[in-house]
């Protein structure tokens, strides 16, 4: 498990990371979203000790990851911009890593390369942002460690290969329990593949919570109502996290169990109304509105 407390760091008078608190319990998958400039990869460089926070503590396994060599070998970061040797091959990169992770398979390496379609003697300045990519997490999982942390790791892989890599995330899951945290902006490639969610938004931490209960207690009901007294009951009654007006449908984002909602409308006797799911993206523009990241403003 990985546990962060009250970690904060700054770069001169930016507040990039403000007193963050949370846990990453092993074997699942967690999601890092956030605004940009959130602090989403500022946060796995402290989880990974590549920086050193300046408050706070994060701990892997009971002990502390910065300027901790035997901890920071059961973490692999794979950063957006992966560094590589200059004139480098796949095959020099898997001499780096088996000096610093004694666990590397050299064995799996050379398999995952061929199934990938990667030259193990070739120049890795002549391969793709996509082979890059791929070459980055098969360095990742070769390297045998506990943690996984993975920033925009499917930016560039296109849907075949993304789904390739979330395959293989799963297998290493299931035979030695791997525990990828993978940041991206693209919600939808986190939603088949994330069980936990955690939210960043101005250096701090929103929420961290299981998916599906998010998705569970968190819907948009869409209602057509018969007055202005209808409307003001389920403001001041229900949870209600946002509210949009087209001529005369609402749409509502509403916190509560389906069936606490569709008692409640049933009793209200709208016009219409219906409850639909909300996507991950949908959460997260309405957990950020909420929270002064408002979408209308930007673009009215």
């Known amino acids: 498990m990985i546990e962060v407390t009250n970690l904060q760091k700054s770069f001169e008078d930016i507040k990039a990371i403000d007193q963050i608190t949370a846990r990453i319990e092993e074997g699942h998958v967690f999601g890092l979203i956030g605004t940009n400039g959130a602090g989403k990869s500022t946060f796995l460089r402290l989880l990974s000790g590549v920086l050193k926070a300046d408050g706070g503590q994060v701990l892997a396994d009971g002990e502390p990851v910065y300027n901790n060599p035997a901890v920071k070998a059961k973490l692999f970061y794979i950063s957006d911009e992966m560094f590589f040797f200059k004139n480098g091959a796949p095959i020099d990169m898997a001499r780096l ?99 936990y969610v955690g939210l960043l938004h101005k250096g701090g931490i929103l929420f961290a919570r299981d998916l599906d209960d998010m998705k569970l207690n968190l819907h948009k009901v869409q209602c ?23 001529g005369t449908l609402y749409t509502f984002t509403i916190r509560g169990t389906r069936d606490q909602l569709v008692e ?28 002064g990241y408002d979408i209308k403003a930007l673009i009215s």
Do not use: W
């Open 97 to 195: 890593y088996q000096t610093y992770y004694p666990a590397f398979d050299r064995g799996r390496y050379e398999e995952l390369l061929g199934k990938f379609g990667l030259e193990a003697g070739r120049r890795i300045d002549t391969f793709s942002k996509g082979m890059k990519k791929q070459l980055a997490v098969i360095c990742g999982i070769c390297a045998g460690t506990k943690y996984l942390l993975c920033d925009e790791t499917f930016d560039g892989l296109d849907p075949v290969m993304r789904q390739a890599v979330k395959a293989l995330f799963a297998r290493e899951m299931e035979d030695r329990g791997l525990t990828p945290i993978i940041a991206s902006h693209n919600l939808r490639e986190l939603e088949d593949i994330c069980e």
């Open 224 to 246: 057509v109502v018969k007055n202005q007294a209808t409307l003001e009951h389920i403001r001041k009654n229900l949870e209600v996290v946002t509210m949009d007006q087209r």
């Open 264 to 291: 409640y409308m049933e009793l209200l006797n709208p016009v219409f109304y219906e409850l639909l799911p909300l996507s991950l993206e949908e959460i997260f523009i309405s957990e950020t509105e909420v929270n």
